[in-house]
């Protein structure tokens, strides 16, 4: 990629909440660092390209969403249990150590963000 040198830092930590405060927190940038109201997982920036085109890009396709990475992007919530199949699916193909790694990151914030009735944030 040219210009990969722009993105050896960047990363993508994809979001749940907790609870509303959470999502207030976020909403209002009310914190320095992630809370005890957010579940995060980070994907660097490699994770993120090596499961782009087959988790974002359908969820982007089938939600009308824009995930890329420059800016963040909510997964809202009644979307969540399909985007979590979308996940489970690529989960079962055949795939490298680092789709796989990523793929579950992106699974694990899905499941917690289904079981606390709250939506998914990509932040990148």
Same mark, same amino acid.
């Given at each position: 990629?040219? &210009?990969?040198?722009?993105?050896? &830092?960047?990363?993508? &930590?994809?979001?749940?909440?907790?609870?509303?405060? #959470?999502?207030?927190?976020?909403?209002?940038?009310? =914190?320095?660092?992630?809370?005890?109201?957010?579940? *995060?997982?980070?994907?660097?920036?490699?994770?993120?390209?090596?499961?782009?085109?087959?988790?974002?890009?359908?969820?982007?396709?089938?939600?009308?969403?824009?995930?890329? =990475?420059?800016?963040?992007?909510?997964?809202?919530?009644?979307?969540?249990?399909?985007?979590?199949?979308?996940?489970?699916?690529?989960?079962?193909?055949?795939?490298?150590?680092?789709?796989?790694?990523?793929?579950?990151? *992106?699974?694990? *914030?899905?499941?917690?963000?289904?079981?606390? #009735?709250?939506? *998914?944030?990509?932040?990148?």
């Amino acid at each position: 990629m040219e &210009n990969k040198e722009i993105f050896d &830092n960047h990363k993508c &930590n994809c979001i749940a909440f907790i609870n509303q405060k #959470g999502i207030q927190e976020m909403e209002e940038y009310q =914190f320095d660092e992630y809370t005890e109201n957010m579940f *995060v997982e980070t994907l660097s920036y490699n994770e993120a390209e090596a499961i782009y085109m087959d988790i974002f890009n359908k969820f982007n396709e089938k939600f009308d969403l824009l995930i890329d =990475f420059f800016e963040e992007e909510d997964l809202p919530a009644e979307k969540l249990s399909e985007a979590e199949k979308i996940t489970s699916d690529f989960l079962k193909t055949k795939i490298t150590d680092e789709q796989k790694c990523a793929a579950e990151k *992106v699974l694990r *914030v899905i499941q917690k963000a289904i079981e606390c #009735g709250t939506y *998914v944030c990509f932040e990148f």
